[in-house]
């Protein structure tokens, strides 16, 4: 079995009886004559990428994990945005695990009440709810390296286990700027991942801060109900149309009961966004026909050509995100619609002052405005071999090997790590290639009798040298826009230069050649029955 580490521990199941720690402290101590439950895996979050390294690991015969979730059920960023019209800009039968297809999606782009049944019932069908810990924050993770553990502290208690699994996201935690006056506003403020549904639209003056993929579905959704919608554009998008439609009952019925059917359907999804990603990455010229498609959409959307002119980019498509929407420009060119181009500057009570100066009065203001992808708030609560957290560790920039592991960091694997994200394709992917290689890790670690590992510096730096070097060829960086895939400095750590299959390519083995490993002591200190010193390195 890949999880045997030849000493006892508490299961997983008994991480139930801690107490929290209202002190959030990671310290090993017992709590009410306890002791600190320990895990062979701790898995953060339980969106795609935390069900996902659950599925894994139970198939690798690695049973002893738990899965932190800081909600009170599962579906990561399908559960949090629940705004009106959310749905995915990926076609259904691509964005699902290979291992648990669907043939039942409604409709080709399904929306978001579909996508999390479906995460709810994975963690059903594969036997997830035992190690599912709902309303569990993880508030502190730091490395002991002289036990060679992960001290876990949460807002239900404290863990501490061999590895660390973060599927916490990137997109997790939402950003709203820091607008003079915004704490003043009479109104109503929510951002569109925090929708408050008891809030009612009707009649009401609404404000729209932003206009990415978010925004682009909000606005059709609310623009019929509101008496009048104001839409901050800081940039237009580029928006393309949306192919979507009701997946008929034959074709449902044939992905049953003849599951090859759904496979290929799947494989021609693939094949279309795989054949797509050289225009991305390498030849962005070629992505000039895609533009005249989206400039003939902005046409036949919009009558008015001073609106037509504002909302038409003036950066090569493709360098930020594109948008896929029927209704989007319709609803911008309704009689109840204003865009205010330059976006917003500062609150002033229930007066929303543009950036040129013009003043609009509105009650409630929603925010579109990304989430905190380059600066993750988890980064500054994980702490590594030096009492250093990811936060300090990255000042200049994310990176890591393969997207995977960071220097200073063992046994800590990422699910959708830095330049893992996609332009064009679906993250899952992505997703189940990091869990092939989070994987292939913990099971060579057993094999070889080691009990950690870490990536080491020259291996990371030579891997992010070279990706960087190809995205210096991308439209993303030669596309002349500024987009939220690039950090403060301007380097994009969001994406992956290259196609899945690449990346497939790349995590399909650990090489342990660009690892250092801390070999397994019989008896840890700290653990039950120990008196071995703490782990030997080696390189």
Not at 4 to 24: E, L
Not at 303 to 327: E, F, H, M, Q, W
Not at 501 to 510: D, G, H, L
Request: hydrophobic letters at 40%.
């Amino acid at each position: 079995m890949a999880s045997s580490t030849k000493r006892p521990r508490p299961s997983a199941s008994d991480a139930d009886a801690t107490v929290p720690d209202q002190a959030a402290s990671a310290e090993d101590r017992p709590t009410e004559g306890r002791p600190v439950p320990h895990v062979r895996v701790a898995v953060i979050g339980s969106g795609f990428g935390g069900l996902g390294a659950g599925v894994r690991l139970r198939r690798a015969g690695i049973t002893d994990f738990v899965i932190l979730e800081r909600a009170d059920s599962v579906g990561g960023t399908w559960r949090d945005n629940s705004y009106p019209g959310c749905a995915c800009d990926v076609p259904s039968h691509l964005y699902s695990f290979s291992f648990a297809p669907n043939p039942d999606w409604p409709r080709s782009f399904s929306g978001q009440p579909d996508i999390r049944a479906y995460l709810e019932k994975v963690t059903d069908v594969f036997g997830l709810r035992p190690h599912l810990r709902i309303n569990t924050e993880v508030v502190e993770a730091r490395w002991d390296a002289e036990r060679t553990i992960w001290r876990i502290a949460t807002t239900a208690g404290r863990w501490t286990a061999d590895a660390v699994v973060s599927a916490a996201g990137p997109l997790a935690d939402p950003q709203i700027p820091d607008l003079p006056g915004l704490d003043s506003f009479p109104g109503k403020v929510f951002h569109s991942s925090r929708w408050d549904h008891d809030f009612e639209l009707a009649g009401k003056r609404v404000a729209m801060v932003g206009t990415g993929a978010s925004a682009a579905q909000i606005i059709p959704a609310i623009q019929p109900k509101v008496g009048k919608l104001t839409v901050f554009q800081r940039t237009p998008a580029w928006v393309l149309p949306r192919r979507d439609r009701t997946i008929s009952e034959l074709e449902k019925w044939l992905h049953g009961r003849f599951p090859l059917t759904a496979k290929v359907r799947r494989g021609a999804l693939f094949a279309l966004r795989e054949i797509q990603v050289d225009a991305f990455v390498r030849r962005p010229g070629l992505l000039k026909l895609v533009q005249r498609i989206a400039e003939r959409h902005i046409a036949d959307g919009v009558a008015d050509p001073a609106l037509r002119a504002r909302l038409t980019p003036d950066y090569r498509i493709g360098c930020k995100r594109i948008l896929l929407s029927n209704t989007y420009y319709p609803a911008l060119a309704a009689a109840n619609t204003e865009v205010v181009p330059g976006g917003l500057r500062e609150v002033r009570g229930s007066t929303l002052v543009a950036a040129d100066g013009s003043e609009r009065e509105v009650d409630a203001i929603v925010f579109g405005t990304g989430f905190h992808v380059t600066d993750m708030p988890m980064g500054s609560k994980v702490f590594g071999v030096n009492g250093t957290s990811f936060a300090e560790e990255w000042k200049e920039g994310m990176e890591a090997l393969r997207g995977s592991t960071v220097h200073g960091f063992p046994n800590f694997f990422f699910v959708i790590g830095p330049n893992t994200g996609l332009g064009n394709s679906s993250m899952i992917l992505m997703i189940e290639s990091q869990l092939n290689y989070m994987i292939d890790a913990l099971t060579k670690l057993d094999s070889i009798g080691a009990t950690a590992m870490q990536p080491t510096a020259r291996a990371q730096r030579r891997w992010n040298l070279e990706l960087q070097h190809r995205m210096d060829r991308t439209v993303w960086t030669t596309g002349g826009c500024r987009s939220w895939y690039l950090d403060k400095s301007g380097k994009n750590t969001v994406l992956w230069p290259g196609s899945t299959t690449s990346f497939r390519r790349a995590t399909r083995k650990v090489d342990l050649t660009e690892y250092e490993l801390i070999l397994r002591q019989e008896n840890r200190p700290g653990l039950p029955g120990t008196t071995a010193e703490a782990g030997e390195v080696l390189v």
